[in-house]
């Protein structure tokens, strides 16, 4: 019997703030109510979450929230944008950069919000992404 890989749900921010700690604690509550079996990746590093998308090509569609706080952040996702041409992705930016906008949007996200993110939205974000098929995302 074949089991079925669950979806990921992954999760990046360097930096231990306040705001990422109720992002985290609202993902957990959506991954858990959905009742999907999704599975929850967290990453402090950039190119840990970068190695997590790329070992999740051929496996169910990850859906990436990324919490931006640096420019250089913003560079190296830019430098890599194609992991994100088929997936989900939901960015908190924590600056308000003019020069960064363009790079937050070759990235072609679902969400954006600005931190400090209205944690309520993303989770209605995620969990509408969640229920749907993944073809349908």
Do not use: W
């Not at 990850?62 to 931006?68: E, R």
């Not at 989900?88 to 003019?98: D, S, T, V």
């Amino acid at each position: 019997m074949e089991t079925k890989t669950p979806m990921k749900v992954i999760f990046y921010s360097a930096v231990p703030r306040p705001d990422k700690l109720r992002m985290l604690e609202g993902i957990r509550q959506v991954i858990a109510r959905q009742k999907t079996g999704a599975v929850l990746e967290v990453h402090h590093q950039l190119k840990g979450m970068i190695a997590a998308l790329s070992r999740s090509i051929g496996e169910p569609r990850p859906v990436a929230i990324i919490n931006i706080t640096r420019q250089e952040e913003f560079q190296e996702l830019y430098r890599v944008r194609e992991l994100f041409i088929d997936i989900p992705l939901l960015l908190a930016q924590e600056k308000n950069a003019p020069e960064l906008i363009n790079l937050i949007h070759h990235l072609g996200p679902r969400f954006i919000c600005k931190a400090p993110c209205d944690v309520e939205v993303l989770k209605q974000v995620l969990a509408s992404l969640l229920a749907r098929p993944a073809h349908q995302q």
